[in-house]
């Protein structure tokens, strides 16, 4: 009997479907790899086994018996332990607070400060010699790295004493001796009859410590194989379906991939050598009319890269020119400037100002690149008119708080707020998150027409579709380095998701051939 | 653009009704009508001359509150708890550079916006630098101003006000009505357009409502916090400044009843606390309606205990009225 089993589970939110009848089975003192391209479900598949979402249908089961988990306390009660991606430590506490956080070992009904001490110490042995001299229990977690962080995260969750263990890219910030630990903990884990369900944006990793992987598809596992008996070649077919193994690119219809850049078109963006937190030397060019795609999973540098180009995130090192100008430690007031704009699909956090009125949003780009001391409202709404015109924004007044439009609707304040200014260069960061498809439409018609126009783009799209849609050459990522260069003929569905689990450095042509 | 808005009469009944919600206009609803209360209690309580020096009373809330407006509407718990402090200096200092001659009128002005000025800076720098907050940083400057006139007096009053700036304050200056209340329309109009017709003022407002999408756009939102800090600090220097000429000198604390009263009034003038929206307009009303209220209740003789209740019943019914505008707004 398996010590977990999930069938037909089903999940939406709004008009995604997240999980469409996925089935899984979890045998005790396995590693299980569960591996699909971004917006496949495993995230959703996990949160689920985690108690975080509850499913609209379908029936979870351990041991054999059917469970529901409302909240995460629950399933941790029932053994279920979670590595998340996004770090789960409070920055203001101490290591050792942190791995004992909510079990901290008693004495007399007060807490007993030096059994945490000795549990911490303890703990932090089995990473010793890979953690750097300066990592102490009474340490606060905001003053250490990320990857000592990730080290805590993973010593916390194996402290939790579960039986089962999701890790969630527990790897993406560690060096190669630390991942040497981490697995070496990860087989004793085994060996104690541990359940580990391990997600990764490697390849390497998932054929070293994997016992058999589950790909991931629609949001339905379409294949679970041992890993013995497959190959990286044979998991990213899965990924992809049949269709695109033939070397197809669907989601782009026939005629609407753009014309190539004409080779005289001059460079407006050029980056060398950039630097940055979650990002390692990156180097690109971006020529006039051309829509250049950054590729890959979630979270492996392209956004980082984005907006450190921007200057939204400090600690950028590296040489970027704008039309041949150099941009040295910019802020988001230099980019502009310089002719850049930045458009996220993260409009509560980076677009709109959602309780001010539409006409000011629209401006806010104007005055910055602009400066001057008055703002003559009607003026403004009077040069802000085309735009408006152009965007096919559906409002009631220009005064009316943003928050009265629908989320299309107010991205495409956000895309107006840059057209004003008429930008050289447009870096789009997932753009289309959460929006509905006519206003994706909307947008990628207009981000054609801009490139027409002679604007440089820098797309990056979590949805493949949009890469192959609407960009001639798209950048793989993964680890924060470009590890492939797709484009003409060699850029279809297949070569995206094959490239996506590269491993960073490794000759490009060596594994391509490989896998194909 | 146009087939898109709704007809024109629905635009304009929009925007009646947009006007009879506005804090400005609710303020001055429940003025009127504390006045009418007062008028039929007391007879003379609405009197003309009365209503005069009443609004001299609000002109003086109104001003500190204008500062009080700008730093509240830039958010991030924005407050300026300094403004008493400030004021009992400012007053101090002009009073003694001006010892009673008219002549040395320009001179304290300048040097009270210019310390006020830097005050307020002072705040704004420890509030974005030293990430100190806002309520922590203008409570400890109080302080420490309140401490030092203390010190600088050795709590006996000093300075007078010169015979013109006096008489700014109490006497007719056009059809009766006094110079302070000039002022006070002139200061007005100058905030309304610094919030609305600069560019300054967008940023202000964005910066409030949201500092992440302000900064991506390219603002500095720690510049312009601190900034506004300097700027409250500056209208509080200029309350203590006319506050010397309506009182005639000073004593040490003369500028500390303001503090409460200057939050109170943009609060219930409409403006949000969380930052981001409101207006000085709405806060005029608000400092006009508070004063009214306030004379209203000494009139009443009500009581300590009465005037309590009678003050919250006001706060809380002017609030419950902006609650329903939101919910229609929304």
Redesign the interface.
């Known amino acids: 009997m398996p010590l977990l089993e999930l069938s037909d589970l089903r999940k939406r939110y709004g008009g995604i479907v997240a999980l469409d009848g996925a089935d899984l089975a979890l045998e005790a003192g396995e590693v299980h790899v569960l591996i699909g391209a971004n917006g496949c479900g495993k995230s959703t598949l996990c949160k689920v086994i985690a108690g975080s979402v509850l499913p609209d249908s379908g029936v979870l089961r351990i041991d054999g018996a059917e469970r529901r988990f409302r909240s995460p306390r629950e399933a941790a009660a029932a053994g279920v332990g979670v590595f998340y991606q996004e770090l789960s430590l409070v920055p203001s506490l101490s290591v050792e607070d942190n791995l004992l956080l909510g079990r901290e070992p008693r004495r007399f009904g007060l807490v007993d400060r030096r059994a945490v001490r000795r549990e911490a110490e303890r703990q932090l042995a089995l990473f010793a010699g890979a953690l750097g001299p300066e990592l102490a229990p009474d340490s606060r977690v905001a003053d250490l790295s990320a990857d000592q962080r990730q080290v805590v995260e993973i010593l916390k969750v194996l402290g939790e004493d579960a039986r089962l263990i999701l890790f969630d890219e527990p790897t993406s910030s560690l060096d190669r001796r630390q991942v040497a630990i981490f697995f070496e903990l990860v087989r004793a884990l085994k060996r104690e009859g541990r359940t580990v369900v391990f997600i990764s944006h490697r390849m390497d990793e998932i054929f070293e410590i994997g016992d058999r992987v589950s790909v991931m598809r629609d949001g339905r596992v379409v294949e679970t194989t041992a890993v013995a008996d497959t190959d990286p070649g044979r998991i990213v077919r899965a990924m992809v379906g049949g269709e695109a193994a033939a070397g197809g690119a669907p989601g782009a219809a026939p005629g609407t991939a753009p014309a190539p850049a004409r080779p005289g078109d001059a460079t407006l963006l050029r980056v060398d050598g950039l630097s940055a937190p979650r990002v390692d030397g990156v180097s690109l060019e971006l020529r006039a009319g051309e829509i250049l795609g950054l590729g890959g999973l979630h979270g492996q540098g392209q956004s980082a890269l984005l907006r450190g180009l921007f200057g939204i995130e400090p600690g950028v090192r590296g040489r970027i020119e704008v039309e041949g100008r150099p941009l040295r430690r910019p802020t988001p007031a230099d980019s502009i400037r310089a002719g850049l704009a930045y458009i996220s699909g993260d409009r509560g956090r980076d677009g709109v100002a959602l309780l001010r009125p539409i006409l000011e949003n629209l401006a806010y780009g104007l005055v910055t690149r602009e400066g001057g001391v008055a703002f003559p409202r009607g003026r403004v709404a009077g040069r802000l008119g085309p735009v408006v015109e152009r965007l096919g924004l559906r409002f009631g007044s220009l005064s009316d708080p943003v928050r009265s439009l629908s989320g299309g609707n107010q991205q495409k304040v956000v895309i107006g707020r840059w057209l004003a200014t008429a930008p050289r260069v447009i870096l789009l960061d997932d753009p289309t998150k959460g929006i509905d498809v006519n206003a994706k439409a909307d947008l990628f018609r207009m981000v054609r027409e801009l490139a027409e126009a002679g604007a440089a783009i820098l797309l990056y799209s979590s949805e493949d579709g949009e890469l192959l849609g609407h960009a001639e050459r798209v950048l793989v990522f993964n680890g924060g380095r470009i590890v492939r260069e797709l484009s003409g003929e060699g850029l279809t569905r297949h070569a995206l998701n094959e490239a996506a689990y590269a491993t960073p450095g490794a000759t490009p042509g060596a594994e391509a051939g490989a896998a194909a | 653009?146009s087939a898109?808005?709704?007809s024109a009469s629905a635009?304009v009944r929009r925007r009646l009704g947009a006007l009879a919600l506005h804090p400005l206009t609710l303020a001055l609803a429940a003025a009127v009508a504390l006045l009418a209360l007062g008028e039929a209690i007391s007879p003379g309580f609405a009197s003309p001359g009365q209503i005069v020096s009443q609004l001299t009373i609000a002109a003086l809330l109104g001003m500190v509150a204008a500062g009080q407006t700008l730093v509240i509407i830039g958010g991030r718990e924005g407050i300026d708890l300094s403004v008493g402090g400030v004021i009992s200096l400012c007053a101090f200092v002009a009073g003694n550079l001006m010892a009673g001659t008219d002549a040395a009128i320009p001179l304290a002005l300048a040097a009270t916006l210019a310390l006020g000025f830097a005050v307020g800076l002072l705040n704004g720098l420890g509030i974005v630098l030293l990430r100190i907050p806002p309520l922590v940083m203008t409570l400890g400057m109080t302080g420490v101003i309140q401490g030092a006139l203390v010190i600088l007096t050795r709590g006996v009053p000093s300075g007078r006000s010169a015979p013109a700036l006096t008489a700014l304050m109490n006497q007719p200056l056009v059809a009766g009505i006094p110079g302070v209340l000039l002022l006070w329309a002139a200061v007005a109009l100058g905030v309304c357009l610094l919030l609305?017709?600069?560019?300054?003022?967008?940023?202000v407002?964005?910066i409030g409502?949201?500092p992440?999408?302000?900064?991506?756009?390219?603002?500095?939102p720690e510049r312009i916090r601190a900034l506004l800090f300097g700027l409250s600090g500056m209208f509080a220097g200029l309350t203590g400044f006319l506050v010397l000429g309506y009182t005639g000198s000073v004593f040490v604390g003369i500028g500390l009843q303001y503090v409460l009263p200057s939050i109170v009034a943009v609060v219930i003038g409409g403006t949000s606390l969380a930052g981001?929206?409101g207006g000085y307009l709405g806060t005029i009303g608000g400092a006009i309606t508070l004063t009214v209220l306030q004379s209203l209740l000494i009139t009443l003789d009500a009581g300590p205990a009465g005037r309590q209740v009678i003050f919250g019943l006001t706060l809380l019914v002017l609030l419950l009225l902006y609650g329903r505008q939101r919910g229609l707004?929304?």
């Open positions: 653009m898109q808005n709704p635009a609305h017709n600069t560019a300054f003022g967008v940023r407002y964005a409502a949201n992440e999408v302000a900064r991506i756009a390219g603002m500095r981001g929206i707004r929304g």
